[in-house]
Nanobody, 127 residues
Framework: QVRLAESGGGSVQTGASLKLSCTFV????????MGWFRQVPGKERSFVAG????????EYGLSAADRFVISRDDVKKIATLQMDGLTPADTAVYFC????????????????????WGQGTQVTVAS
């Protein structure tokens, strides 16, 4: 059984930074590809960033390019999303996701490709 728990969200001002963490509970975290998505009310989840099981593949959605950094710590079983230069457009609930079995450098960018999801953490950026 795999469980994911996001933390690190909050309310900040434009230009601030936040670091989101996704704590993985289960076995063989190092076999899982990880991703971050976000969702605003009335819209589908959108891809923010993803990292392959071995950390060699990293990709970002257009909203995250040049401002966000995804990383993973296989010892601590944590995936993180460092977000800098936040703007009100980044306001959303952020979810982490995981899937096992993709032992390639390909980054998974689609919601349906992931098997496990956290409950989400709210990020609110005021102007």
């Amino acid at each position: 059984q795999v469980r994911l728990a996001e933390s690190g969200g909050g309310s900040v001002q434009t230009g601030a930074s936040l670091k989101l963490s996704c704590t993985f509970v289960g076995r063989r975290f190092d076999s899982y590809a990880m991703g971050w998505f976000r969702q605003v009310p009335g819209k589908e989840r959108s891809f923010v960033a993803g990292i392959s099981w071995n950390g060699r593949g990293i990709e970002y959605g257009l909203s995250a390019a040049d401002r966000f950094v995804i990383s993973r710590d296989d010892v601590k079983k944590i995936a993180t999303l460092q977000m800098d230069g936040l703007t009100p457009a980044d306001t959303a609930v952020y979810f982490c996701a995981a899937v096992a079995g993709y032992h390639s450098d390909r980054v998974l960018r689609e919601e349906h490709e992931y098997d496990y999801w956290g409950q989400g953490t709210q990020v609110t950026v005021a102007s």
